[in-house]
């Protein structure tokens, strides 16, 4: 069984930064696929940021590209997001899910993530 534990989140303003860090317990990331949604009131998941199982190769949500950067330790076992020039659009609680298969490709949907954490709120003010 693998847990997820976000962290790093808070209240900022437009423009300033924040690192997000996403500590597994119970068994390895280092073979997976890890992602990073967000959920705002009233709205959909969304996929943020997305890194393969190497770290070679990483994706992002139009909404961020530019701005926002996924890298992973797999020796600490852990996945970061790291979110500069926030805007007030980027507030809402931001997950990290770990993909279902080992070796496989992350992905942009959220059906291939079988585990997720608790999210942590990110409040951007204008």
């Known amino acids: 069984q693998v847990q997820l534990v976000e962290s790093g989140g808070g209240p900022v303003q437009a423009g300033d930064s924040l690192r997000l860090a996403c500590a597994a317990s119970g068994r390895t990331l280092s073979t997976y696929a890890m992602g990073w949604f967000r959920q705002a009131p009233g709205k959909e998941r969304e996929f943020v940021a997305g890194?393969?199982?190497?770290?070679?190769?990483?994706s992002y949500g139009d909404s961020v590209k530019g701005r926002f950067t996924i890298s992973r330790d797999n020796a600490m076992n852990t996945v970061y997001l790291l979110m500069n020039s926030l805007k007030p659009e980027d507030t809402g609680v931001y997950y990290c899910a770990r993909v279902r298969l080992a070796y496989s490709a992350f992905t942009q949907r959220a059906a291939e993530y079988s585990y997720w954490g608790q999210g942590t709120q990110v409040t951007v003010s204008s």
């Open positions: 890194i393969s199982w190497t770290g070679g190769s990483t």
